[in-house]
Antibody, heavy 120, light 112 residues
Framework: QITVKESGPTLVKPKQTLTLTCTFS??????????VAWIRQPPGKALEWLTLIYWDDEKRYSPFLKNRLTITKDTSKNQVVLSMTNMDPVDTATYYCAHIKVRSGSYDYWGQGTLVTVSS | QSVLTQPPSVSGAPGQRVTISCTGS?????????VHWYQQLPGTAPKLLIYGNSNRPSGVPDRFSGSKSGTSASLAITGLQAEDEGDYYCQSYDRSLSNSGVFGGGTKVTVL
């Protein structure tokens, strides 16, 4: 059974760096075809794709945020870490991590999400 | 402005059929990337509804169906039920954006 869960700060100040951790179980990021994605959703707004990482360390980033995002994996801990620099109030959102369905590109297991508020 | 375009809202009476369109371009849907659909009920995380254009994950009722043609895709809900009320998103990838993921702006389904 696959589960994913996001963790990290609920409040960050403008210009700070946000670091979120996705801890998962039921799969391994050392298995061929496996990947994890990050998606966010500002309050009352649409989903926005951020980044993903695959088992072979392939990484993709939203070109709109690329300079601010870094995604890494720790296979031994079953974790994926998202870092976003220079946070702004417009980055206030619920941040989700999701398991990528193998050979599909769809996201079949999502975490509950974590609301991050950017405010001084 | 989302890369994939969806109508903001659709509505229908219980039992009716509604469809949601997802319009892309030659760099995403038209480039051959699959389209996936997600259902987000109020206060919950998105749930995968359709993957690979027309495939339903285990447990998704066959009232939900998906299709793709050219640079567009669509989601159909037949036999609309009150529990279907929520937001629906299409998702794909875009080769002009370094193969990054893209979502539609979402469609609010209202059951009258």
């Amino acid at each position: 059974q696959i589960t994913v869960k996001e963790s990290g700060p609920t409040l960050v100040k403008p210009k700070q760096t946000l670091t979120l951790t996705c801890t998962f179980s039921g799969f391994s990021l050392s298995t061929s075809g496996v990947g994890v994605a990050w998606i966010r959703q500002p309050p009352g707004k649409a989903l926005e794709w951020l980044t993903l990482i695959y088992w072979d360390d392939e990484k993709r980033y939203s070109p709109f945020l690329k300079n601010r995002l870094t995604i890494t994996k720790d296979t031994s801990k079953n974790q994926v870490v998202l870092s976003m620099t220079n946070m702004d109030p417009v980055d206030t959102a619920t941040y989700y991590c999701a398991h990528i369905k193998v050979r599909s590109g769809s996201y079949d297991y999502w975490g509950q999400g974590t609301l991050v508020t950017v405010s001084s | 402005q989302s890369v994939l375009t969806q109508p903001p809202s659709v509505s229908g009476a219980p039992g009716q059929r509604v469809t949601i369109s997802c319009t892309g371009s030659s760099s995403n849907i038209g480039a051959g990337y699959d389209v996936h659909w997600y259902q987000q009920l109020p206060g919950t995380a998105p749930k995968l509804l359709i993957y690979g254009n027309s495939n339903r994950p285990s447990g998704v009722p066959d009232r939900f169906s998906g299709s793709k043609s050219g640079t567009s895709a669509s989601l159909a809900i037949t036999g609309l039920q009150a529990e279907d009320e929520g937001d629906y998103y299409c998702q794909s990838y875009d080769r002009s954006l370094s193969n990054s993921g893209v979502f539609g702006g979402g469609t609010k389904v209202t059951v009258l």
